[in-house]
Structure formats: structure tokens, C-alpha cells
């Protein structure tokens, strides 16, 4: 009987040591998260911004090059459909297109994903089962993010829940813009919570949010906050996408792996209509951030008219004539 009272006397002395050293090593790492002072973010040189983007805009790729980008760059496409009109039949269409681009171009890669709204994710999920092509969901009282924070839980969780692979959420830019940053990353932290591992993404729309200053700083907040990947726009509000906006958040995205060794994803969305626009980006996104973002698991174009042209392109490299659109399904 002494022995064992002895013993379990020594167990539980192991259960307090265990926990001790479970606490210390919980405060360790939490002193390794350094969350920085947004105030201190680095202002943007507007006029500097300009000028790389206009050297961007001056590159011009041939050939095989050209036909190798084309293909990068549909495979890096999140097909979207976002409208009050949207239909059960509709999607399955979109899904279909996005496993099998064009038909007549048997030798094309599928889009990197669908975008819907939560009540169309379940839908998505079964029209593409067994293919490669993930399923997003817009959430968080998409596109203006104004409502409570319970109903764009419940919008996240809901979409999850039908299967979403990845969550575009769009922040509080009135909280934004007032200043308010704290809100705006509790919010962003929050909603990575309820993901866990389903991937967020985290809309700014940069059109509202006036300056490249304003850019960069809700992106560094996104990015500390947990966000998996970075988003420009809904598509709702012009301007959408555009290239010195990408420019600043993908500087974002890579003072933040230099500090950390992390990769964060970057989304340009709306505006981009042109197989020519979409290699720039790409020309862009190498010459920023390096061959590691060079695949759609680390960047992608939220557009679905873009998808058409790209073909259009990759026709034309395959049999040397233009072809019409009217051989290409609308989206």
C-alpha cells in the first residue's frame, strides 16, 4: 500500500512538472508573436510605384514563353459568379467550365477555382467531385461587410460546413477608415478561428480604401491577423485590381516572409479582362516575390471573363487565326 500511495504521489508531481512545462513553453512561443504598430506602417512612395509598373507594363513575351504563361495563368483563375440572377444550373455550368476550359483545347489546365456565395457552395462541391478545382465562398456580409459580427460568423460557418475549401471575407472599411485598426484585426482573427485549416482570404476593396498608404496598411494588418492570402477587390466597386495596387501588397506580402519565412497568398480581383494584362501581373509577381509564387497554390486572378481571352490567345498560338468569341460559353 506505501508503494502505491508512493507512486501515485510521484505521478501527480509528474502531471504538475508536465503542465509547468507546458505553460512556459506556451509563454515562449507567444513571446516569439510580435504583433507590429500599424501606426509605424511604411508609407508608399506613389510616383516610385508608378514608374515600376510602367516597366512592367513595357515586357513583352513570345512563343513558347508566351503559350507556357497563357496556361500559368488560366490555371491560376478562381471562376466566379457573384449575382442575384445566380442559378442552381448556372454554376454546374461554371463548374464544368472550370474542370474543362475549352473543349476544342484538350491540352489546357483547369481553373484553380470556383467563387460562389455560401448557398451555392454545396452544389459546387458535388459538380466538381473528383477533380483538382477547389471551391471558395464569399462570407462576412459579402461584398459590404456591414453587419454583426454574428451574422458573418454564421455566414463563414455555414459555408464551411457545405464544404467550401477557402473563404474570401471582406473586411470593415468603414472601421478602417475611421481608424479603428484594432476592430478590423480582431475581426480578421476571429474569422481565421472559425477556418481553421480551410484557407482565408481577406478582400480590402482597394477602391474604397482611396490611397496606396491606406493599401498598405490593411494589408499588413490582414497578414498579421492570419489571413492566408490577400485580396484586392469584390468587383463590385471600381477601381478593382489594378497593378500599383498589386504592386504594394504583394511589397507587403514580401517584407513579411523576409521577417518570418512565411508565405501569404496575393489575389488581385476585377478589372482584368486580358490574356496581355494577366502575363504582366505574372511578369509582376516574379519579379517581386520569386519563383515560389509562381503557382496558383500562391497566387491567383479572380475573373471569369479573362478565362475566354486567355483561350482566345492560346487558339490563336495553336492554329495562327483569331477566333471568334461567339465559340466560347459566356460566363
Known sequence: MKENKFSQIMLKKCFKISYLLLFLNTLTIMSKIVIPDFSNTPTIDQVGIEERVARFNTRSIKKASKVQGLKLALSMIDLTTLEGKDTDGKVKQMCYKAMHPHDALPDLPSTAAVCVYPSYVKIAKDALKGSTVKVA????????????FKIKAEDT??????????????????????GNYNFVFDEIAQIKEICGKVRLKVIFETGELSTLDNVRMASDIAIYAGADFIKTSTGKIQPAATMPVTLVMLQAIKDYYDKTGI???????????????????????????????????????????????????????????????????VD
Open 157 to 178: 460557418k455555414y459555408a464551411i460546413d457545405n464544404g467550401a475549401d477557402e473563404i474570401d471575407m471582406v473586411i470593415s472599411r468603414g472601421e478602417f477608415l475611421k
Open 263 to 329: 508565405m501569404i497568398g496575393m489575389k488581385p480581383a476585377g478589372g482584368i479582362s486580358t490574356a496581355k494584362g494577366a502575363l504582366q501581373y505574372l511578369v509582376m509577381l516574379y519579379e517581386t516575390l520569386g519563383p515560389k509564387w509562381m503557382t496558383n497554390e500562391w497566387f491567383r486572378f479572380g475573373a471569369s471573363s479573362l478565362a475566354n481571352d486567355i483561350i482566345l490567345q492560346l487558339e490563336k498560338e495553336a492554329r495562327g487565326v483569331y477566333f471568334s468569341k461567339d465559340y466560347i460559353s
Open 137 to 148: 465562398s464569399v462570407a462576412t456580409a459579402f461584398p459590404s461587410g456591414n453587419s454583426t
